[in-house]
């Protein structure tokens, strides 16, 4: 019998039962636009502070400074592009790492054809920034730095603390320093005090919480300029009616894998680790994309040489096990991956690469039962490859 073995947590993850249920009443019966000024809209508004104070404490930042988005992406538009613009009397000088989300590098391609000057900064074979090299690259006109906190598609994870010291020590340029933390939440602290950023991305879809609702993190010191204009909604930076419902959603998502990050973690490394082990012991020619220090507990992102990795995810979704072959949000372009590439992998070892991200709900036994249709699926691969080269 088929089985469902959902291993592609980094592209969504599954709604926490908890958090369906604090979002129920604000799809039913609490309708009111939080807008309004009668009852109905009265409960709206309280449910959205409520949910903003709860952000608010788990990030360790003020209430005003969290704004609501429609999700990851936004709130990295929000971020490269609002703040570049609010700022650029000051310099057009913007730094991001190689490998970041297209949200970020589309948002600097458009800077780009307004003008403005983009570093993209290397990383190296296993992923990672260079401290060093990034302050190299600074300059008196750098206004912005971009750096995500964990890596969607590798798991590896940036020196952010790191880079935060850096960037506060020069005394010839203060650029605002954001990271997009939407694979952090839940396996890393995010604590922004501490961390030392001054804005931070955050999306409810990768934590439990529903799809179509994200979180920017602005330190209040710092003007943004509005992508969205309307009603004036989110401190004028984000005009629209607000999802209420998925408002609530995200607050108890992220207050939930707040509380099991640290149990949560262990968990899934040691199931990772197992999971990686069974593989590299059932099939040869297995190379490991990023470097397995520095990353995420749930994430294995792998290239089987000689086996396509589109070819396969389609035969292990016909037996019930569901990956991805990168980013979702990158699933219909046919070029390889821009991360895998920036590491330095092959073009024909991009192509062989599947990334298998393990959940809250994934257990041994959806491991054993994913090894078990993953080995004679690369067999199937390999010898009908085999037939056709003949």
Do not use: W
């Amino acid at each position: 019998m088929t089985r469902n073995i959902y291993l592609d947590n980094a592209s969504t993850a599954q709604v926490d039962p908890k958090v369906l249920k604090e979002m129920l009443p604000y799809l039913g019966d609490n309708y009111g636009n939080p807008s309004s000024l009668h009852r109905l809209g009265r409960i709206s508004k309280n449910a959205i502070e409520r949910s903003r104070k709860i952000v608010a404490d788990g990030l360790d930042v003020e209430p005003s400074e969290v704004i609501f988005t429609s999700g990851g992406t936004e709130a990295d538009n929000l971020a490269i592009l609002g703040l570049a613009h609010a700022h650029k009397h000051k310099g057009k000088h913007i730094i991001v790492s190689s490998i970041e989300h297209k949200a970020v590098l589309d948002s600097c391609k458009k800077l780009e054809a307004e003008g403005f000057s983009v570093m993209y900064l290397p990383v190296d074979k296993n992923g990672f920034v260079s401290s060093a090299e990034l302050d190299k690259t600074l300059r008196r006109d750098t206004i912005l730095v971009s750096v995500m906190y964990a890596n969607n598609e590798i798991g590896t994870i940036q020196p952010i603390k790191q880079i935060a010291k850096i960037l506060k020590s020069r005394t010839d340029c203060s650029p605002i320093f954001h990271t997009d933390a939407c694979q952090a939440v839940g396996a890393l602290s995010v604590n922004v005090k501490n961390l030392g950023v001054d804005a931070m991305t955050i999306s409810a879809s990768k934590i439990y919480g529903p799809k179509g609702v994200g979180v920017l993190y602005i330190n209040k010191k710092y003007t943004v300029e509005p992508l969205m204009l309307g009603g004036g909604q989110e401190r004028g930076l984000r005009s629209g009616t607000e999802n209420v419902a998925g408002i609530v959603g995200l607050a108890t998502a992220f207050q939930i894998s707040e509380n099991k990050r640290i149990s949560e973690s262990e968990r899934l490394a040691k199931l990772r680790d197992y999971f990686l082990k069974e593989i590299k012991k059932n099939i040869k020619g297995v190379t490991v994309n990023g470097g397995m220090k520095n990353r995420l507990p749930n994430n294995i992102n792998i290239s089987i040489q000689g086996v396509e990795g589109e070819a396969l995810l389609l035969l292990l979704d016909n037996k019930g096990v569901y990956c991805s072959t990168g980013s979702a949000c990158s699933s219909f372009d046919l070029n390889p991956s821009h991360v895998l590439v920036n590491i330095g992998l092959s073009l024909a070892l991009a192509h062989c690469s599947v990334r298998f991200t393990l959940g809250r709900y994934t257990k041994k036994t959806d491991i054993d039962y994913a090894i078990k249709v993953l080995v004679p699926s690369v067999e199937r691969i390999r010898s009908l490859t085999s037939v056709r080269h003949k």
